[in-house]
């Protein structure tokens, strides 16, 4: 079944640390993956996916297909980021690119 | 460019009475899909339409759950009756056909009592 799994709920770190949100996921294809963003009164929008290959507000994941994880990454923590953040899995099958969530990370950014 | 709206934002209902949101998607978005998302987990897809016809509905619990979209523009989600466990956030995205992101509206958060 595919799944996706963020192990952490909550991330706290202070302003000018590294970043990593881990995200696993299991699916016997060749998946698309993304990163979704909530802050606080938003709706979700996204981040970044794997195919693009960008960095977005200094945000990079890369995926390893070997580990099945696309951890996201940024090297200096800002306050702004602080906010919900969900991995997915879009896969193609039939007609239905639907996402599968993760259960979220919230990253805590303090000054 | 207008958003993905939404309403209600905010419903709350007894169990066994009857709900229905609402979405707009973005003006041109072909493929319109609606999620729950219980307190504390990601959300997940009930139904998902291309243009007026469903392309993915497995997740939806079709003793109490339906949704149209008539004209392939608008859509409506209602739960007839409704349980305590249905109270979550219901998400409305939309996209272009041959697109990758999913546009997301700001959700009704439903409460049943």
């Known amino acids: 079944a595919q799944r996706v799994t963020q192990p952490e709920k909550l991330l706290s770190v202070f302003k000018g640390a590294p970043v990593e949100l881990k995200c696993n996921y299991s699916y016997s294809g060749s998946p698309e993956l993304f990163w979704y963003v909530q802050y606080s009164r938003q709706r979700l929008q996204l981040l970044l996916r794997?195919?693009s290959r960008e960095s977005i507000k200094g945000f990079t994941a890369d995926l390893n297909k070997g580990e099945t994880s696309f951890h996201l990454k940024k090297p200096f923590a800002q306050e702004e980021d602080s906010a919900m953040y969900y991995c997915?899995?879009?896969?193609?099958?039939?007609?239905?690119?639907?996402?599968?969530f993760g259960t979220g990370t919230r990253l805590q950014v303090f000054p | 460019e207008a958003g993905v709206a939404q309403s209600p934002r905010y419903k709350i209902i007894e169990k066994r009475q009857s709900v229905a949101f609402w979405c707009n998607p973005i003006s041109g978005h072909a493929t319109l899909y609606w999620y729950q998302q219980i307190l504390g987990q990601g959300p997940k897809l009930l139904i998902q339409?291309?243009?007026?016809?469903?392309?993915?509905d497995s997740q939806l619990p079709k003793d109490r759950f339906s949704a149209e979209r008539l004209k392939g523009v608008d859509s409506t989600l209602k739960i007839q009756p409704a349980k305590l466990e249905d109270s979550a956030v219901y998400l409305c995205?939309?996209?272009?056909?041959?697109?990758?992101?999913?546009?997301f509206g700001p959700g009704t958060r439903l409460t049943v009592t």
């Open positions: 995205a939309s996209k272009l056909m041959g697109g990758h992101e999913q546009y």
């Open positions: 339409f291309q243009n007026n016809g469903v392309v993915d």
């Open positions: 997915a899995l879009s896969r193609l099958s039939y007609n239905t690119d639907k996402l599968i």
């Open positions: 794997h195919i």
